[in-house]
């Protein structure tokens, strides 16, 4: 089946959306590195990225919700704008195949769409994202209760850091799903759905719920969600088939990606 070229936004220019996982080591790779580690990929790869105007030109990339440091994800958005006409390098289906080679591995390219002139950006866009994470020290009875308790409860007050400060915050509204995936060897996974607006709720401010004694354990996200014209919940980007599933137990597929080396300090 022919893909088509990507048509053109504003003259000469056309926003691409990329959808990527970021697994295993590289989960410890700071937001500001993946910053720099995309830039260069994308320099390597030899795409046309516009540039921003003035004095200090910067590419015209910009990111999705930032993944904390430490955690991975399996749906993973940027925005990029290109520029100028070669068609070989304005087609979708190759976009993958000339990113993936300049990436460190633990990066993979799992897509690549078109995003509407005047849209908002991915950040903009997303409404609530789904997670997958490992308490430690919680057993599976006690799991099933907590959850049982708060999705039964109207009002779910912890306390939360918030510009420096220690704060209580009502995060029932926040929590759109939490159930129980099942025992590690260290405690239990969940799955949980969190807003991502008007305020994001962590899935690590979770813990707190589960007993003083409950840590994060290793912690993943695999989907966000916007909402599309109806109102349904939809992903920036659908996923697809080979990026959908994780599990502590296996959280990271083989390696796919080139060998590009991380940038200084992000190891």
């Keep these: 089946m022919s893909v088509p070229d990507m048509p053109k936004g504003r003259p000469g220019r056309t926003r691409v959306r990329l959808r990527f996982s970021k697994l295993g080591k590289v989960r410890f790779t700071s937001h500001r ?13 030899e795409l046309p990225v516009a540039y921003s105007e003035g004095f200090s030109p910067r ?3 910009s990111f999705g919700l930032a993944l904390p440091t430490g955690h991975e994800g399996l749906g993973e958005y940027l925005d990029v704008e290109l520029a100028g006409n070669p068609d070989e390098d304005r087609r979708l289906d190759r976009l993958a195949e000339r990113l ?8 993979r390219v799992g897509g690549a769409g078109l995003v509407e002139p005047g849209a908002p950006s991915v950040q903009q866009a997303v409404v609530s994202c789904r997670w997958r994470m490992e308490l430690l020290g919680v057993g599976a009875d006690r799991a ?3 959850i049982a308790a708060a999705l039964a409860s109207s009002i779910l007050v912890v306390e939360r ?4 400060e220690l704060v209580t915050d009502d995060i029932r509204p926040d929590i759109d799903h939490l159930a129980l995936v ?8 969940v799955e949980a759905e969190l807003t991502a607006q008007p305020r994001v709720l962590r899935p690590g401010e979770l813990a707190g719920l589960f007993g003083a004694d409950a840590r994060e354990g290793r912690t993943c996200r695999t989907h966000q969600f916007a909402l599309d014209a109806h109102g349904a919940k939809v992903e920036p980007l659908p996923a697809p088939a080979g990026l959908i599933g994780w599990s502590i137990a296996a959280p990271s597929p083989s390696p796919v990606s080139g060998s590009a080396p991380l940038p200084a300090g992000a190891s």
């Design 161 to 164: 850091l918030r510009k420096g």
């Design 100 to 107: 993936d080679p300049c990436l460190p591995v633990g990066f």
């Design 59 to 61: 590419p015209r990339v």
């Design 33 to 45: 590195d993946i910053a720099r580690i995309w830039e260069r990929a994308l320099r390597r790869a």
């Design 182 to 189: 099942g025992p590690t060897p260290a405690g239990v996974e």
């Design 144 to 146: 099933a209760e907590t």
